[in-house]
């Protein structure tokens, strides 16, 4: 299987814990569409995106109401994170914002401790593992000693009004994303600077193609919009560094997948900031993700690329679906299981895709419980024994299948024939050696 060991030299930064850039494994982020304005909502579609895989969060901060709500939002995914099992614990807290910003201001030395400590512990834990490659960890990222998922890296969007900005940091966001080009101007953004500093809690600068630089415009329309969107971004970076602040991640989004590498690779030569990636706006179905996929997993095969959001309309969960499927193609998935399946023809006899989908569906479980720095893991299912053997020898477990059941390999030395019925556990268990 082929390994990417090269990987673009960024700096680091820490977002309620997780850790972008600086050789972390790609931090995988989506964002929710609720009204940020229901905490709990919101706080349910968070932790359906992080059960789904999500490293971090974003929500859409439009209203000093939306940033009130972050305290219950956090509150509620400390709890649990459902609409319902944290709610009469929501109900006895008080959200006052006064009271809230003094909380999160007390909270903001805290976090970065527990943030340094759980990178040191995030390095320890890449420590290969040869002797058992699917020992279960004990304790999963983000979990606490109970193994209970409590992952709540939250980070506020913000257009327009810095005001916005300063009151979701103030509120306990770990990180907010701002584009200098619509906050309205230097003095403005120093604010938003400022109150992250006080916060220790870094920033996001998302640069669009609609909001360039006058100047920049022009090299925009005249051909030129991946130039255009690296300048824009290096000079908003000089912008806030200038200010005496380093904690940043850029991102330069395009719809247009060739605007989208070439200004990603303009970027990443001329920068160690950690680089949020994505296609944006890629669109629904499958047309977005093929966009994604092509657009995303070209910069991650370049190296390029810290953490990465699939922006696809429709139920958020499919965008972290697919992140870790992009990422697992490119290897670049912790602990991934890939499964190789091949297309069926003629000669097959079974029903191959009913089997992918329950193999596929056992293969996500085991995923999801491994030591995150676990070496690829490749199973193959083939539908007959002509191709298949040879397919299902070179995965490190595979299965050839005949009419009543298949022949299993197992690291490309063939085993015993298995009938049907049992093809998924005799999968399970060769992982679980
Ligand atoms: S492995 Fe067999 S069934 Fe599958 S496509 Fe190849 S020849 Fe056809």
């Given at each position: 299987?082929?390994?990417?060991?090269?990987?673009?030299?960024?700096?680091?930064?820490?977002?309620?814990?997780?850790?972008?850039?600086?050789?972390?494994?790609?931090?995988?982020?989506?964002?929710?569409?609720?009204?940020?304005?229901?905490?709990?909502?919101?706080?349910?579609?968070?932790?359906?995106?992080?059960?789904?895989?999500?490293?971090?969060?974003?929500?859409?901060?439009?209203?000093?109401?939306?940033?009130?709500?972050?305290?219950?939002?956090?509150?509620?995914?400390?709890?649990?994170?459902?609409?319902?099992d944290a709610g009469?614990?929501?109900?006895?807290?008080?959200?006052?914002?006064?009271?809230?910003?003094?909380?999160?201001?007390?909270?903001?030395?805290?976090?970065?401790?527990?943030?340094?400590?759980?990178?040191?512990?995030?390095?320890?834990?890449?420590?290969?593992?040869?002797?058992?490659?699917?020992?279960?960890?004990?304790?999963?990222?983000?979990?606490?000693?109970?193994?209970?998922?409590?992952?709540?890296?939250?980070?506020?969007?913000?257009?327009?009004?810095?005001?916005?900005?300063?009151?979701?940091?103030?509120?306990?966001?770990?990180?907010?994303?701002?584009?200098?080009?619509?906050?309205?101007?230097?003095?403005?953004?120093?604010?938003?600077?400022?109150a992250a500093g006080?916060?220790?809690?870094?920033?996001?600068?998302?640069?669009?193609?609609?909001?360039?630089?006058?100047?920049?415009?022009?090299?925009?329309?005249?051909?030129?919009?991946?130039?255009?969107?690296?300048?824009?971004?290096?000079?908003?970076?000089?912008l806030v560094r200038?200010?005496?602040?380093?904690?940043?991640?850029?991102?330069?989004?395009?719809?247009?997948?060739?605007?989208?590498?070439?200004?990603?690779?303009?970027?990443?030569?001329?920068?160690?900031?950690?680089?949020?990636?994505?296609?944006?706006?890629?669109?629904?179905?499958?047309?977005?993700?093929?966009?994604?996929?092509?657009?995303?997993?070209?910069?991650?095969?370049?190296?390029?690329?810290?953490?990465?959001?699939?922006?696809?309309?429709?139920?958020?969960?499919?965008?972290?679906?697919?992140?870790?499927?992009?990422?697992?193609?490119?290897?670049?998935?912790?602990?991934?299981?890939?499964?190789?399946?091949?297309?069926?023809?003629?000669?097959?006899?079974?029903?191959?895709?009913?089997?992918?989908?329950?193999?596929?569906?056992?293969?996500?479980?085991?995923?999801?419980?491994?030591?995150?720095?676990?070496?690829?893991?490749?199973?193959?299912?083939?539908?007959?024994?002509?191709?298949?053997?040879?397919?299902?020898?070179?995965?490190?477990?595979?299965?050839?299948?005949?009419?009543?059941?298949?022949?299993?390999?197992?690291?490309?030395?063939?085993?015993?024939?298995?009938?049907?019925?049992?093809?998924?556990?005799?999968?399970?268990?060769?992982?679980?050696?």
């Amino acid at each position: 299987m082929g390994r990417l060991t090269t990987r673009a030299e960024t700096r680091q930064v820490i977002c309620g814990g997780v850790a972008i850039g600086g050789g972390a494994p790609v931090a995988i982020q989506s964002m929710t569409n609720t009204f940020t304005e229901d905490a709990a909502a919101t706080a349910a579609q968070a932790r359906a995106l992080y059960d789904a895989g999500a490293d971090i969060v974003r929500i859409a901060v439009p209203s000093m109401e939306a940033a009130r709500a972050i305290p219950e939002i956090r509150a509620r995914l400390e709890a649990g994170g459902g609409r319902d099992d944290a709610g009469a614990q929501c109900g006895a807290l008080d959200f006052d914002a006064s009271q809230d910003l003094r909380r999160v201001r007390r909270g903001a030395t805290e976090r970065l401790a527990a943030a340094s400590q759980s990178s040191a512990s995030a390095s320890l834990s890449e420590t290969p593992c040869s002797a058992s490659r699917l020992r279960r960890s004990t304790r999963s990222p983000g979990s606490d000693s109970q193994g209970t998922d409590r992952r709540t890296a939250l980070v506020a969007d913000i257009h327009f009004d810095y005001k916005l900005a300063i009151a979701a940091i103030e509120a306990g966001a770990d990180k907010v994303r701002i584009n200098p080009g619509n906050i309205g101007g230097a003095e403005r953004v120093k604010a938003v600077v400022d109150a992250a500093g006080a916060a220790g809690v870094p920033i996001r600068i998302g640069v669009n193609g609609g909001s360039l630089e006058d100047d920049l415009k022009g090299l925009h329309d005249v051909g030129r919009p991946a130039e255009a969107l690296a300048e824009s971004a290096l000079r908003n970076i000089d912008l806030v560094r200038g200010m005496g602040f380093d904690a940043l991640v850029v991102s330069i989004k395009s719809s247009d997948v060739m605007v989208n590498t070439e200004a990603h690779k303009l970027l990443a030569a001329a920068t160690d900031v950690p680089l949020h990636i994505g296609i944006t706006e890629a669109g629904y179905g499958s047309a977005g993700l093929a966009k994604s996929a092509v657009g995303i997993g070209a910069l991650l095969a370049m190296g390029i690329g810290d953490t990465i959001r699939v922006s696809l309309t429709g139920d958020p969960v499919q965008e972290v679906a697919a992140a870790r499927d992009i990422l697992r193609a490119v290897n670049l998935l912790p602990g991934g299981i890939t499964l190789v399946s091949c297309p069926t023809c003629g000669r097959c006899r079974v029903d191959l895709a009913a089997l992918c989908e329950e193999v596929s569906a056992a293969l996500a479980e085991a995923e999801r419980g491994r030591i995150r720095a676990a070496a690829p893991i490749t199973v193959a299912l083939m539908g007959c024994a002509v191709n298949g053997p040879g397919e299902a020898s070179g995965a490190d477990f595979g299965v050839a299948c005949g009419a009543d059941g298949g022949v299993f390999f197992e690291k490309g030395a063939r085993g015993e024939s298995v009938p049907l019925d049992k093809i998924v556990e005799t999968i399970l268990a060769a992982l679980e050696k």
